[in-house]
Each structure stands twice: as structure tokens, then as C-alpha cells.
């Protein structure tokens, strides 16, 4: 079945600093999903992320702080900007409808952040 | 209250027991997930189901449509069965409703 290749798998970064994950998919897909989970929370969606246009940012989340490229059908990434320790979390990206899916979501392997 | 909720937060079993998890949810949805995440952060999808029954080798996932309830059972339990459990609704005409949780260990 399809895959989703995301990356780095974990980090550490020191405060001021941008971080970009990478999210690759081995198939074309209309929309891409990023989570941030914070510890001992559940996911909270971010944005969602089109081919050819501007991310939707969900409330509390701005493009300042997470910009998103997605330049084809296949990729994505995410930047954590100037970050902070309380973006310390899992960045997760997703899709929906993968071949095989049954119009359900698959999810990247994380990326487990550290904000020192 | 969250729209989807689980039950236990926390779940001790030793090795070999039955073990089962609830979700309740208060929308309308097209299906439900249930996610399996592992300590690196991972997530991998067990079932998706709108209705009945599935079964995957030592794994059953319900849904009962009518009382907005599902469960995720687990056979013979085994210590590599130790992680983070999640059901994630999907509303109709909306993005996923993710549960709080469920930490399983599962002891030797």
C-alpha cells in the first residue's frame, strides 16, 4: 500500500530557530494535513495544505509561525519558525484516500521536536 | 465535553488478557478510525469502519452506528500491544476527531 515518507524523524533545536520537516508521498493526493501534538496531548490539526494555493490555517495556527510549501501533488513541508520550548511536540503529516485507503487517512511516521 | 471520547486514559494488563477499549462520540460521522502511535511518535491506521465488525490477526474494532459507540479489542495481549490507541472520527462534511487516547502497557 501507499507510503508517506516523513522527515527528519526527530530533533533538537535550540530556541530562535526554524526547523523544516519534509513530508513525501508515493502518491498524487488534492490535500495534506499537518498535526502538532503536544505532550500528553492529542493531535491538533494545523493546516491543510493544497497543491497550487495557500495553506488553511485552522484557528490559533498563523503562517508566520508555520509557513507551508506544497510545490506538487507528491510533497510538502512544514517550517517551525523562531521557535520556542512550547513548540516542543510531534509534527505529524497525513493524507486521505491514499490507493488501498478506502478514502481513509494515513499518517507519516512523526517528527519528535525538542526545543532547548 | 469533547465530540470523541475514549475510555480508559490508562490501561495495565499482563501478557495473554483481553483487553478492550471504548470510544463514544456525539456527531454524525462517515467512519471511524482507530490509530495505533508508537513511543517514536508514528501513527498507523488499524481499522477504518463505518459499521459492524473487522478483524486483523489478533485485533477486532466495533461500531455500533445507533449508540455513537465503537471498541478496539485485543486477544492474547503481548508487551510489543504496548502503546498509544486513538480513535479518530470523521464528521460528516469534517476533517478528523481525534480521542485523547489510550496508553496500553502490557507487562511480560
Known amino acids: 500500500s501507499a507510503v508517506i515518507s516523513q522527515k527528519p524523524s526527530r530533533d533538537i533545536c535550540q530556541r530562535g530557530t526554524s526547523l523544516t520537516i519534509q513530508c513525501q508521498v508515493d502518491s498524487q493526493v488534492t490535500m495534506m494535513f499537518w498535526y502538532r501534538q503536544q505532550p500528553g496531548q492529542s493531535l491538533t490539526l494545523i493546516a491543510t495544505a493544497n497543491q497550487g494555493s495557500e495553506a488553511t490555517y485552522e484557528s490559533g495556527f498563523v503562517i508566520d509561525k508555520f509557513p507551508i510549501s506544497r510545490p506538487n501533488l507528491t510533497f510538502s513541508t512544514l517550517t517551525v519558525s523562531n521557535m520556542s520550548p512550547e513548540d516542543s511536540s510531534i509534527y505529524l503529516c497525513s493524507v486521505q484516500g491514499l490507493p488501498g485507503s478506502n478514502y481513509g487517512y494515513t499518517f507519516g511516521s512523526g517528527t519528535r521536536l525538542t526545543v532547548v | 465535553k469533547n465530540e470523541v471520547e475514549q475510555s480508559p486514559q490508562n490501561l495495565t494488563a499482563q501478557e495473554g488478557e483481553f483487553i478492550t477499549i471504548n470510544c463514544s462520540y456525539s456527531?454524525?460521522?462517515?467512519?471511524l478510525h482507530w490509530l495505533q502511535q508508537h513511543p517514536g511518535g508514528g501513527i498507523v491506521s488499524l481499522f477504518m469502519l463505518s459499521s459492524g465488525k473487522k478483524k486483523h490477526g489478533r485485533l477486532i474494532a466495533t461500531i455500533n452506528i445507533q449508540e455513537k459507540h465503537s471498541s478496539l479489542h485485543i486477544t492474547a495481549s503481548h508487551p510489543r500491544d504496548s502503546a498509544v490507541y486513538i480513535c479518530?472520527?470523521?464528521?460528516?462534511?469534517?476533517?478528523?476527531?481525534f480521542g485523547e487516547g489510550t496508553q496500553l502497557t502490557v507487562n511480560p
Open positions: 456527531v454524525g460521522i462517515s467512519a
Open positions: 479518530a472520527a470523521i464528521p460528516l462534511g469534517s476533517r478528523l476527531t
